[in-house]
Nanobody, 119 residues
């Protein structure tokens, strides 16, 4: 059974850093693509970073490029999102999702973790 569990969210001041984790079970993260999404209050859920393939190819949306970094640990079967230089507009609920390729429709979701950036 596929399960995705996010953790690591919290309250951080603008300019700070947080590292989110997406612990996967029921499949091997190296065999699929994991996408981090975020949903700000009153807005839709947007993909911001993905990692996939044996090579671990990554892709980022422009708003987080250069500040966020997605990575994975095959031993822990976990995907991470390192978030640096946080901005107020990064405040959102962050979700990880399993899919086949970056840009593909998600197959399964985690429950989400809240990130709040304060001034």
């Amino acid at each position: 059974q596929v399960e995705l569990v996010e953790s690591g969210g919290g309250l951080m001041q603008s300019g700070g850093s947080l590292k989110l984790s997406c612990a996967a079970s029921g499949f091997t993260v190296e065999d699929y693509t994991i996408v981090w999404y975020r949903q700000a209050p009153g807005k839709g859920r947007d993909a911001i970073a993905c990692i996939g393939g044996r090579e671990g190819i990554t892709n980022y949306t422009d708003s987080v490029k250069g500040r966020f970094s997605i990575s994975r640990d095959s031993i822990k079967n976990t995907v991470y999102l390192q978030m640096n230089s946080l901005k107020l507009e990064d405040t959102a609920t962050y979700y990880c999702a399993l899919t086949g390729v970056c840009g593909g429709d998600p197959w399964d979701w985690g429950q989400g973790t809240q990130v709040t950036v304060s001034s």
